[in-house]
């Protein structure tokens, strides 16, 4: 996935401060494809409400 961490708590400083980095989500493992699916079937979704909403305006 690109992220330089193995794990959740690498992604602290040494004060304790978080690093300067995109979402984390789990990096070596299916997770972040699971985020995908997720992400996609959120979008149909509002793109399907959306254009519904939008034919209702116009009837």
Not at 7 to 21: H, I, K, N, R, V
Not at 30 to 39: L, Q, Y
Request: charged share 15%; no cysteine; aromatic share 14%.
């Amino acid at each position: 996935m690109g992220y330089f961490a193995e794990s959740f708590t690498e992604l602290m400083d040494a004060d304790g401060a978080w690093m300067d980095m995109g979402m984390y989500i789990g990096s070596g493992s299916s997770a972040a494809g699971w985020w995908t699916v997720i992400a996609v079937v959120m979008l149909v979704g509002v793109l399907v409400k959306g254009n519904s909403d939008e034919q209702d305006h116009y009837k």
